[in-house]
């Protein structure tokens, strides 16, 4: 069984750029979560995919996008990027009616 | 909104002592889930540990073991036996029925000093 895993691991943008991180589910899994954790804090909910749907979002500007594809793989967009959106994207996956949610290893975003 | 609080930014511990980590929540749902997630430095967060609310008996898994308090919604960790391997950071965190988006608290860094 394949676990939760994101891709690229690092990442490097300037302000004003755009930027597109990747993560595959955890093999079964629908529902894919994208959090977004600052350093020295705990994560913050981005939004929620399940089945292709967005299901729910979190206190992020629409400049933060995402999609989720039919094998349930999941991309989250950021536009126009700022200095503040540098942090550790983490992505979790879960079977939709089930509670455990299971990370991958993240991505490290730096803005410049 | 729910909120969750976690008073301790930074706890050590003696190998093969115990610790207990705090956390705090706030909520009006009657039924949730409460998890302890542990984030070492290579990144992935780990579930630890999880609790439903309707269940009265606290969670246990090795050498992790919880103290659920639901009138005074307080949700402690305690480390048993202490491991090197235990060093990371300790997130407490709170879900409503359903799936729906975990709610962190800001952490717990725990060092364990041989």
């Known amino acids: 069984e394949t676990g939760v895993t994101q891709s690229p691991t690092h990442l490097i943008k300037t302000r004003g750029q755009q930027v597109t991180l990747r993560c595959s589910s955890q093999?079964?899994?629908?529902?894919v979560s994208w959090y977004q954790q600052a350093l020295g804090q705990g994560p913050q909910f981005i939004f929620q995919?399940?089945?292709?749907?967005?299901?729910g979002r979190g206190n992020f500007p629409p400049r933060f996008s995402g999609l989720q594809f039919p094998n349930y793989s999941s991309e989250l967009n950021v536009n126009a990027l700022e200095l503040d959106d540098s942090a550790l994207y983490l992505c979790?996956?879960?079977?939709?009616?089930?509670?455990?949610?299971?990370f991958g290893p993240g991505t490290r975003l730096t803005v410049t | 909104a729910q909120t969750v609080t976690q008073s301790q930014p930074e706890m050590s511990v003696q190998e093969a002592e115990t610790v207990t980590l705090s956390c705090t929540y706030d909520?009006?749902?009657?039924?949730?889930?409460l998890f302890w997630y542990k984030q070492p430095p290579s990144r992935q967060m780990i579930l630890v540990i999880r609790?439903?609310?309707?269940?009265?008996q606290n969670a246990t898994e090795n050498r992790f073991s919880v103290n659920f308090q639901k009138a005074a919604k307080s949700f402690s960790l305690k480390i048993s036996d202490s491991q090197l391997g235990d060093t990371a950071m300790y997130f407490c965190?709170?879900?409503?029925?359903?799936?729906?988006?975990?709610?962190f608290g800001k952490g717990t860094r725990l060092s364990v000093i041989a």
């Open positions: 995919y399940y089945r292709e749907e967005e299901n």
């Open positions: 909520t009006s749902e009657n039924n949730y889930y």
């Open positions: 609790q439903e609310a309707y269940k009265q």
């Open positions: 965190a709170f879900m409503k029925l359903g799936n729906t988006p975990l709610v």
């Open positions: 093999s079964g899994h629908n529902t």
């Open positions: 979790a996956s879960s079977l939709a009616r089930d509670y455990e949610q299971y």
